[in-house]
């Protein structure tokens, strides 16, 4: 089971306000296992930076002006998620954004059925709470000391552990694949060698009683008056 993590930066709260992606993080995950594969790049909107957006994300104008547009990686970004279900925290507003992106190139949209929403999960686990990407961590007790400004890829990685707790528990090896993940090819090998040690056959334990488990139990049944347990 293949699923991508993914979160956008944009210029504005509105693609119908003419306002674009600026940067796309994507994480895998494999059975829920972090697989050490990302995907990130800038984006130059081809529009200026306004104020408020820049004082979410940090990216500038002068930063994103010799990156690529959209259209040069629309194909990479494609091929990366391909069918997977893609975890996105407030699906809606990223889809938006990709989907105006893609229908200036006349390519399909993602449909909204292809992605799950952490946000519908975590209000429908905690009704009533606070269900930010901020609040989660805390609740989850995930590390946000690296958060001070949005990043798609941190944000991703941030929401990949939480998703994993929404889920039903963060399985071991997500913060390894993280860690190694800059340290080149060797990281994919330790994320996947822990991968198949997690997924490796358990040998199967006798649930017989043994003879002297047996007796003790039968010793305990004689000191009670008519046992239930009494075959």
Excluded at 9 to 38: A, F, N, W
Aim: with cysteine.
């Amino acid at each position: 089971m293949r699923e991508v993590v993914l979160d956008t930066e944009t210029t504005g709260l509105s693609p119908k306000d003419g306002h674009r992606v600026v940067e796309i993080g994507c994480v895998e995950l494999s059975q829920h296992l972090p697989t050490g594969e990302v995907y990130h790049v800038y984006l130059n909107p081809e529009r200026q930076m306004p104020d408020e957006a820049f004082k979410i994300h940090g990216l500038s104008d002068a930063f994103l002006s010799d990156k690529g547009r959209f259209a040069e990686v629309a194909t990479g970004f494609l091929d990366f998620i391909g069918d997977s279900k893609l975890i996105i925290h407030n699906a809606g507003f990223d889809l938006s954004f990709l989907n105006a992106e893609l229908a200036r190139l006349e390519l399909p949209p993602i449909q909204s059925g292809q992605a799950i929403d952490t946000v519908a999960l975590a209000r429908r686990k905690f009704p009533g709470a606070r269900v930010s990407l901020n609040d989660l961590c805390r609740r989850f007790e995930i590390d946000l000391s690296d958060r001070e400004k949005h990043g798609a890829l941190l944000d991703s990685e941030l929401l990949a552990a939480v998703y994993l707790e929404l889920v039903g528990g963060r399985q071991p090896g997500f913060e390894l694949a993280a860690e190694t993940r800059a340290l080149g090819g060797e990281s994919n090998d330790m994320v996947n060698n822990l991968n198949q040690a997690s997924n490796s056959a358990k040998p199967i334990r006798p649930h017989a009683p043994t003879e002297a488990e047996t007796s003790d139990h039968d010793a305990f049944l004689s000191k009670i008056t008519d046992p239930l347990w009494r075959a």
